[in-house]
């Protein structure tokens, strides 16, 4: 399959005519058509309808999936600046990647420039799911702030992440100092740092207990000298 099949087809549905897409891609409406209809002929579906006014994008071709381009593993397919979703956010780079192994592709949406630098960053990915997700489902529950202005949003989530970051060592300190059995079963534990942080807290507060409150674990130490 040509990358560009993929491309025009994306750039005729945004623009909603051959003449418009040919116009933003500066090619030919001809050459524009050739190659969706041999992306029509290698998927076997019928992806865009004519009509007087332009082209209408048929059942089928809204709901073209990754798995529909018939790739195969070790296959990579990089689209720069797509619109994404019916608002068009964006531009963003849309790419498929199926590793070589992987059962199926990996289709990843970014704000970056480039496959490598998006994918590099992806799977580092493991590193900060879990931040996230403490941030708002399994912690401080961010998205129900519902705050649109991107100001406001910043000093929350400096907020959010300092906290984050005290239980975080809360956790460590409940496990250094023996403690994980007054909230928690001992002989197996698998909360995070973090779950056990947040515990804790609860725990404190309900039995009214001081809260140990330290970002550190340790004394710093001095800075070695050079030279």
């Known amino acids: 399959m040509d990358m560009k ?3 025009f087809f994306v750039g005729i549905v945004e623009a909603g005519s051959l003449a418009k897409a040919a116009d933003r891609l500066f090619v030919a409406q001809t050459s524009l058509s050739e190659h969706v209809k041999a992306l029509e002929e290698i998927t076997e579906t019928k992806l865009l309808n004519r009509h007087a006014r332009g082209v209408r994008v ?6 073209f999936q990754p798995k529909d381009l018939l ?13 994404f979703t019916a608002a068009c956010y964006g531009p ?12 199926e592709p990996l289709l990843l949406v970014s704000n970056l420039d480039f ?6 960053w992806y799977k580092r990915r493991f590193r900060i799911e879990t ?12 998205g129900h702030s519902h705050i649109s202005d991107t100001k406001h949003l910043d000093r929350l989530l400096i907020g959010t992440c300092l906290a984050y ?24 534990c698998d909360w995070s740092l973090f779950r056990i942080g947040m515990a804790w807290i609860e725990f404190c ?21 050079v030279g």
């Open 58 to 63: 048929t059942e089928a071709g809204e709901k």
């Open 131 to 142: 931040f996230f997700s403490d941030q708002k489902s399994r912690g401080f529950y961010l």
């Open 71 to 83: 790739l195969q593993p070790g296959d990579r397919i990089e689209l720069a600046e797509v619109g």
């Open 92 to 103: 963003v780079l849309v790419a498929i990647v199926w590793e070589a192994g992987w059962k």
């Open 5 to 7: 099949q993929l491309r």
């Open 165 to 188: 970051l005290w239980m975080v060592c809360l956790g460590a300190w409940v496990l250094q100092t023996g403690k994980l059995a007054w909230i928690h079963r001992a002989d197996r």
């Open 205 to 225: 507060l309900n039995e009214g207990l001081p809260i140990w409150i330290q970002f550190a674990l340790s004394e710093q130490r001095s800075p070695k000298s």
């Open 115 to 120: 496959l490598p630098e998006a994918y590099g």
